[in-house]
């Protein structure tokens, strides 16, 4: 059974391309088509003329076959051609003017389309097949004109041969690097929504584990919560559920409209670490917060100031998860005594380690970190995260404020 394109295959077709590249093909096929007819009939034999429009037509579909179908499609159509060659050979009613110009042209194509789409076992025989059923059709002319026809149409074959090889592996890299391009576009998206998953929902979920500790700790020591103790605890919570949820919203909405360009949330300034800094001194530990004059009076460029906003959430939310029992906590962020054009974050505790050794979060073995390396990175600079000189934990940036001002920064740092 010949495998004709479904209607799913045109409709997939059809969605990859315009309005007037399908009007295109669509002029070029009946073209083709009518070219095919025309020539069927100059054999004036109504058998052969049936049997010339069935092998064009069958080596068009051939041509235009979804990848998927073009081994069986392709065979089919050679096979078809090859033998309606053979035969007419042998018959008296021969074309008089044409052998079949097109036909020709279409299997030469399609020699193209084997090397673009094929894997080379597959591929070395059907291309193979395919030329060789082209020279077959110079047998559907008379015997006075053959020699006179092949004498010019030969070199041709030959020339065309290597021709439509070189344009099927070009193609066929032209498509291994679109698809590599595509992989890797994929794949900056999915670490970004990877990292807003982490940074936004993951830092609201662990404020709300961290105020249910508190909470559990508080009545298990024997001193229930006041009213107003539990009230403010419980209102913290709603606060960062609602947060979480917002973020979560935010996140559905960017996979429901994959074409939507904006980050998912605003870029936050350094302005906003005050609020940051306040979140956890609210908590317990004392937090001493010093912003560099000079970067409050030439702000650092947006996605800048967003990624230390990120660095400094990142390693506060750490210090919730695994230095509970710290009591200061120190947020740096300046210019860089040695470079003024490189700005410097440092966010360090006094926490002691336990024996068994911090966790492989506070290790830089987490999503976290992971995220913040990436981030920094991309923007030429360097992150490190450790045992602070004095003891505790300390998790510091360098980022040159130069490279890191693009007129346009990447998507995955707008956010």
Not at 5 to 27: E, F, H, K, N, Y
């Amino acid at each position: 059974m010949i495998p004709l394109p479904t209607r799913a295959d045109l409709a997939s077709w059809a969605s990859t391309r315009s309005g007037p590249a399908i009007g295109a093909t669509v002029g070029v096929v009946v073209l083709a088509v009518a070219a095919i007819v025309t020539e069927a009939l100059d054999t004036g034999f109504p058998p052969t003329t049936v049997a010339t429009v069935a092998t064009g037509l069958l080596c068009l579909v051939a041509l235009l076959s979804p990848p998927r179908r073009l081994l069986r499609a392709g065979w089919a159509a050679v096979a078809a051609s090859a033998a309606l060659s053979l035969a007419t050979s042998q018959l008296r009613h021969r074309p008089e003017h044409t052998f079949g110009v097109v036909e020709m042209c279409v299997l030469l194509l399609l020699v193209t389309r084997t090397v673009r789409y094929e894997p080379l076992t597959r591929m070395l025989p059907l291309a193979t097949a395919a030329w060789l059923a082209t020279p077959l059709l110079l047998l559907r002319l008379p015997g006075s004109q053959l020699t006179h026809v092949a004498g010019y149409a030969g070199p041709v074959l030959l020339l065309a041969a290597p021709v439509v090889v070189v344009l099927g592996l070009y193609l066929r890299l032209l498509d291994a690097t679109r698809e590599r391009e595509k992989n890797t576009r994929l794949n900056d998206q999915r670490l970004e929504f990877a990292r807003e998953l982490h940074d936004f929902v993951g830092h609201h979920v662990t404020a709300i584990t961290a105020q249910v500790k508190a909470v559990r700790f508080i009545t298990a020591s024997g001193h229930p919560p006041t009213a107003e103790v539990l009230d403010q605890a419980l209102a913290n919570i709603e606060d960062a559920a609602a947060q979480a949820t917002g973020s979560m919203r935010a996140m559905v909405d960017l996979l429901r409209r994959p074409d939507r360009r904006p980050p998912l949330h605003a870029p936050e300034g350094l302005q906003a670490l005050h609020g940051l800094a306040g979140s956890l001194r609210a908590a317990g530990p004392a937090v001493d917060l010093t912003v560099d004059p000079r970067l409050e009076t030439d702000p650092p460029a947006d996605h800048i100031a967003s990624t230390v906003h990120h660095i400094v959430r990142e390693a506060l939310t750490n210090i919730r998860k695994h230095a509970a029992r710290a009591e200061t906590v120190t947020i740096d962020v300046r210019l860089s005594a040695n470079d003024p054009g490189v700005l410097t974050v440092c966010v360090q505790d006094d926490a002691d380690q336990p024996p068994a050794g911090p966790s492989a979060d506070r290790r830089g073995g987490g999503f976290g970190i992971l995220g913040l390396h990436e981030r920094v990175h991309a923007l030429g600079g360097h992150l490190t995260a450790g045992p602070g000189p004095v003891g505790g934990w300390q998790v510091a940036a360098d980022i040159p404020l130069r490279r890191g001002t693009p007129d346009r920064p990447p998507a995955h740092l707008a956010g």
